[in-house]
């Protein structure tokens, strides 16, 4: 089979939603980790929104969160599209763009003019026009169609981990590799210690017999929209369940 019919062999399969900060995080490393190791990332959806379906977003969730996550729905929508009709090698750069308008940003002077920014049709075809696609597909941002694919991606995910989880999900050589939630991580390592913890990460995923290791207590996330000063950079809070989740 010529080298141009060959299909492409992934190292690394991510499962992604643009609005989550770990993932976003996680997806940093990993892309240093790809581009020292030579490795070749697969970038799959997982909804945030999908997983919660049952929940009560009122009871459980501080109350922007619904937008959010639905706002990463429309987003995963319009990655959809994209991959359909350009395929899998234009979702690296689309997913840095995606999650660039979220957290790769100045802190917004507006709150409630950048939440409404998310997912919004002007955002989303600012992201495609950088990364040169027809702005005509912001059009899935408000087609549920796309959601089969999106909730199988995300079931497909599940399977690969058990369901009490959250996001990144990530395998590694897929299909008969190690797969695991996270790791969670509130800043982007070094070069050098991007692949020493990727190496101690495969370490402990493919021991037998391990399934997790945990700590709630975690670091505000490292992210230029959060605009921390020096004197909160490494505070931790104590989070619930993988998230600010409210406890009523």
């Excluded at 010529?2 to 989550?20: N, S, W």
């Excluded at 040169?132 to 408000?142: C, K, N, Q, V």
Aim: net charge negative; glycine share 6%.
């Amino acid at each position: 089979m010529p080298a141009a019919e060959r299909p492409q062999r992934y190292h690394i399969q991510f499962h992604f939603d643009p609005v989550c900060p770990f993932a976003w995080i996680t997806s940093r490393w990993v892309n240093k980790v790809a581009a020292q190791r030579d490795y070749a990332v697969d970038w799959q959806f997982i909804s945030l929104r999908i997983l919660n379906k049952d929940v009560d977003y009122d009871e459980h969730f501080p109350p922007e969160y619904e937008h959010g996550h639905t706002a990463g729905l429309r987003m995963l929508r319009v990655a959809a599209a994209v991959r359909d009709a350009h395929g899998r090698a234009v979702m690296g750069d689309l997913y840095t763009g995606l999650g660039g308008s979220v957290f790769d940003i100045d802190p917004p002077d507006d709150q409630a003019a950048y939440q409404a920014s998310l997912g919004s049709r002007d955002t989303v075809q600012a992201v495609l026009a950088d990364v040169g696609l027809p702005t005509s597909f912001a059009d899935a941002l408000d087609d549920p169609s796309w959601d089969r694919v999106i909730e199988a991606e995300t079931d497909a995910a599940l399977e690969l981990t058990g369901k009490d989880v959250g996001t990144p999900i990530i395998a590694y050589d897929p299909p008969d590799g190690p797969a695991f939630f996270g790791p969670v991580i509130s800043r982007v390592p070094s070069d050098e210690d991007a692949v020493r913890l990727w190496d101690a990460v495969l370490e402990l995923a493919n021991f037998p017999g391990f399934s997790e290791m945990k700590r709630s207590m975690r670091e505000l996330p490292a992210l230029r929209v959060l605009g921390l000063a020096d004197d909160e950079v490494g505070r931790s809070e104590d989070w619930h369940q993988g998230s600010r989740r409210l406890k009523k």
